[in-house]
Nanobody, 114 residues
Framework: VQLVESGGGLVQPGGSLRLSCAAS????????MSWYRQAPEKERELVAG????????NYADSVKGRFTISRDNAKNTVYLQMNSLKPDDTAVYYC????????WGQGTQVTVSS
């Protein structure tokens, strides 16, 4: 099983980024997919999640109205559209897949700074 994140980088406050997580080696459409993040010296926290068919989503209060999670089961990919980025959003962002087992990606760095 592989989860490969991409799309991170350096962006100014107020800017946008779109993260992608491409999955392989698993039946993607069975898995609940989520994005987590971990800032330096902080615990990893849930950012957003989406059910297997994409019907329901949930978000951390800190990103509601700014971030949107979506998935394309035909492409085995989950996305995180991040708008109105703030310096506090700076973290390593991880993709997570869970069903009867749990898998993590290696993470992608997002830095919000002027």
């Amino acid at each position: 099983v592989q989860l490969v994140e991409s799309g991170g980088g350096l962006v100014q406050p107020g800017g946008s980024l779109r993260l992608s997580c491409a999955a392989s080696g698993l039946t993607f459409s069975r898995y609940y997919m989520s994005w987590y993040r971990q800032a330096p010296e902080k615990e990893r926290e849930l950012v957003a999640g989406v059910t297997s068919a994409g019907a329901r989503t949930n978000y951390a209060d800190s990103v509601k109205g700014r971030f949107t999670i979506s998935r394309d089961n035909a492409k085995n990919t989950v996305y995180l559209q991040m708008n109105s980025l703030k310096p506090d959003d700076t973290a390593v962002y991880y993709c997570r897949a869970n069903w009867i087992d749990v898998h993590w990606g290696q993470g992608t760095q997002v830095t919000v700074s002027s």
